[in-house]
């Protein structure tokens, strides 16, 4: 097995967030649901921000956000994910190097710009109403995907969210097959329930075939893969087919479940949630880089706990306290 060099290598979008808060009326006025994520075209991109407020800008992507987390706790990471050549590209690539995490895949010299997702939060609940435009992300190609990276790399991680476009999952697949190859973890996170809706038949395959070792779903999504309303069916059915489980139930805390052995986790208190945008990722960087450090799964769900709340105290999703120092002082 050739050595790692890499703790977490992670294949997922290249997102752009833009933050604003938003109320109920603004929600009703541009026909979106509280709490849903959507799919939606550069036109349509280009209008909603328009009419937003104030926004904040920042490098988002779910498995960049697992990423940066992780490597604030000292994971040594890279990223794979497409950009455009183009200042919302650039503003990508900077962000990830600035963390410490390479990303060096070329960008893409096309009309189709950098991904966007344009982010309403809202002012009640911290609740995130999220709309999404993929723009060059969905052009990853698999030759994007060199085994040397893939074979040092402890873990792979996959973002369930790249799996709908035709050349990311070739990528994905390719990057799958060299993991396997090379007797390297593979980490899957399904990112939403309409992803497993989606593609419900091809996340179950990879279960069944053993492709995949770490599953990273909230409570919603794991009920939605296991096609049932029965939480603790859902656990046990999805366990028997997954080496690690790791469920999250917001509030209420984190489960991960491992050779039949279940370890726990409450929430972590928080003042007020500001802004919800991220907690999942968070909460997987910490599991990660407790994980790929041999730590036991209560204390990795401990560190994930500890970054999910350190996200949801304020606005984006990226941490703005130092998370390993956070670590030390909750846990250590």
């Not at 050595?3 to 290598?9: M, S």
């Not at 009703?28 to 075209?41: C, F, P, W, Y």
């Not at 390297?184 to 399904?190: C, E, P």
Request: net charge negative; glycine share 8%; aromatic share 4%.
């Amino acid at each position: 097995m050739t050595e790692a060099t890499y703790d977490v290598v992670a294949i997922g979008n290249a997102i752009v967030d833009v933050l604003a808060n938003a109320d109920a009326a603004f929600l009703a006025r541009e026909g979106l649901v509280k709490g849903q994520m959507q799919l939606i075209d550069e036109e349509r991109a280009k209008s909603l921000y328009a009419v937003m407020g104030e926004a904040q800008v920042t490098s988002g992507g779910s498995a960049a956000n697992t990423l940066v987390g992780a490597a604030m706790m000292g994971a040594s990471c890279r990223m794979i994910a497409q950009v455009a050549a183009d200042q919302l590209g650039e503003v990508f690539v900077h962000d990830m190097h600035v963390q410490g995490i390479e990303c060096p895949v070329p960008p893409r010299e096309a009309s189709v710009e950098t991904g966007r997702c344009l982010i309403l939060v809202s002012e009640e609940d911290g609740e995130r109403t999220m709309n999404t435009f993929l723009g060059a992300a969905q052009f990853l190609p698999p030759d994007a995907i060199e085994e040397a990276v893939i074979a040092s790399a402890k873990v792979l991680l996959l973002e369930g969210y790249l799996w709908d476009p035709l050349e990311p999952r070739a990528a994905m697949k390719r990057a799958i097959r060299i993991a396997r190859d090379h007797g390297r973890k593979v980490a899957l996170g399904v990112s939403a329930t309409f992803c497993i809706m989606n593609h419900h038949a091809d996340f179950t395959a990879l279960l069944d075939a053993g492709d995949v070792d770490i599953l990273f779903a909230n409570q919603e999504e794991a009920l939605a893969l296991a096609q049932t309303d029965d939480v603790e069916a859902a656990l046990a059915q999805l366990a028997a087919k997954v080496p690690l489980l790791v469920v999250t139930h917001g509030p209420e805390g984190a489960v991960a479940i491992e050779g039949g052995e279940r370890a726990t986790v409450t929430a972590e208190p928080v003042d007020k949630v500001v802004d919800t945008t991220g907690a999942g990722d968070l909460f997987s960087a910490g599991f990660l880089a407790g994980y790929v450090r041999g730590r036991s799964n209560a204390d990795s769900l401990r560190m994930g706990a500890i970054a999910a709340a350190e996200c949801i105290g304020h606005m984006g999703a990226r941490p703005q306290t130092d998370l390993r120092h956070l670590i030390a002082d909750r846990l250590d």
